[in-house]
């Protein structure tokens, strides 16, 4: 309770709409803490060991003289230039070796570039925090070995903002933190590494510097779980930075305040817009941390139609604490766009999972009333089947339903819904079983360049490649289906397959012997080219021969697949995956690229990118992560943002990864854009 004191103090005598925070305290875990509010080139440690610091710049580490202060989070903050690093008197022992680990810092960069590595902690083969791979924040902890447990954080962080970092370890689990909320982590065990190493920097003075400005710093030696004042600082957020018109901006609310608070009055505007209040009463808050409550509320701001244009979303907090009115506000920069009409005829679709379904009505009747018109249900992986198939022993017929396909096919009849059925041609579905065993002994996996077995089906043994096409026919043979879907019609990686089988294939098609196998076949070697041409060729043999099949048993099915949404070149280079060329050569109807990245930039740029490469010779149905492991959508406008600038780049329609029988999604996300943005059944028949 006394830790917040001080808290409270800063917050009272704060004026109205000031951004304030709860200053950090020394306490007996911590080993180092830099609140940079002195004056001078000494920066001032408030912990035990004293470890007072000083601004240097460049590999010969000249002293900066006279540093710059700015007003920061909390008290003031030190501006760190290019090659500029601050240093600690010394790196003692305390700093490294320990059990646990807590590294917190605020920051904001002044670096546009996402392509440049930032170091903002840097304490090498030890511990670090950085600006890293496309502007996300990364942590990485090193063991007493020395090895790296990278840990990464997927929200971009912009130039120009405020943002609490902090990597912990409870010597079990290291995770990362953004604004309070953890982002991601990694099992490590043992210890920090040990060895003295080249000394703690915060910033850097090589390279990868940081640039703008830091505060707020500590280091202790147990593993933290909450960070209050970073929780304080980001009290809101939008749901989304991409809005439609008409439509709805949200932001969500989770004040964290002391314990005696009563009531929050929660605000959010947009420009001109009539603003949006609501009160959290005291009896709602849930307790936090250390003394602290929690607060959460949505608020919803209608957008009328005809707004456009980048504007501020802004968001206030105000409550009374002893008498004394506290508030902080944000701002948030956002985009407006016009909803653009679908088109006509447009293919809604949604992936989802055999096995999951106990009762086809209830999804497929979800899905009709969210506007979908398409569902693309797993049924296969590999040589493990999840319906009634004659191929192979194992089918795991989930429920123990014999017709699930079939009642499948009924609901989805009943409700307007074309169903495609998809395989993962290519992994092993289950791996450890007799049967997928046997084939592993029988050299029907791959293998990677150690020459060691990899649960996938290699594509240059003839049994796989019937496989993969019997399963695909059996499918528009036995069910009343629109279509199937090729899914992992690839390779898992870019180290496979170097069998004997495709290494004797590879031979003829040189016609010499590879002097040093497989040496020569990776990325330096000499053939490498001539090995990814092989490799892609491999699978896009095993396509034309499952298309013309298929075609041959059901020339009205559709055949559509699943692909890597990146450049195209890439996606061979990488997986073996050709898909332009499937496009262009005609043995495809339709592509799903796997475009699910939450970044609207990235996902316009991708989208854009398909589009272009083969657009002209197959529709192509952007993919978009509605529940994925890239992103996680809450709310209806993360899916319209998505929708939107699918249609407005020309998508003939989209398919969303995915609903499971057992999400919310259809009711929090899609169906509330039924009326605005899904109207009618997008058959050109309304
Ligand atoms: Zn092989």
Redesign the pocket.
Known sequence: MCRFAALLLVFVVAPAWAQVVSPLQADEHTLLLYRFDGDGPTIIDEGPLGLHGRIVEGEERRPVDAPERVEGVCGKALTVGPRQAIVPASTPDQLRGMDALTVEVWFRTANEDATHRQRIVLYWEHYLISIFEGGRLTGHLYDQDATNNPIRGHSPIVPGRWYHAALTWDGQRGKLWLNGREQASVRMTGTINAAPGSGLQIGAIGDDWFEGQIDELRISNVARTAFPAARQYDFCRPSETLLVSPGNARMIFDPIVTEGVTSITCTASLGELPEATATIAGDSLEPYADGMLLGHVPLVLDLPEGLVGTMTLHAAVSYEHEGEVVRAALDFPVTVEPTVPPPPVEFRGAWTHSHRIDDPEDIFSRMAAGGLNAAVMRVRRGETAYYNSALGPISNIPFENEDLIEECVAACRRHGIDLHCYVNNFPVGSPDSEYAQQMRAEGRW??NARGEDVAWL????PENLDLVEAAMVELVRDYDIAGVQYDFIRYGGQE????????ANFERRIGRAVENWPADCLPEGPLYDEWMDQRAD?ITAAVRRTSAAVRAQDPDAIISAAVFAMPPERAKLTVGQEWDLWCREGLLDALCPMSYTADNAAYEETVRLILEAVGDYVPVYAGIGLRSGNQVMRYPEQLAAKINMARRLGAPGFTMFSISPVTDAPETVVIPLRERMLPGDGRGEE
């Open positions: 791959q293998k290699c594509p240059s043994h496979v397959c170097f069998c004997d089988r495709c290494r491999l």
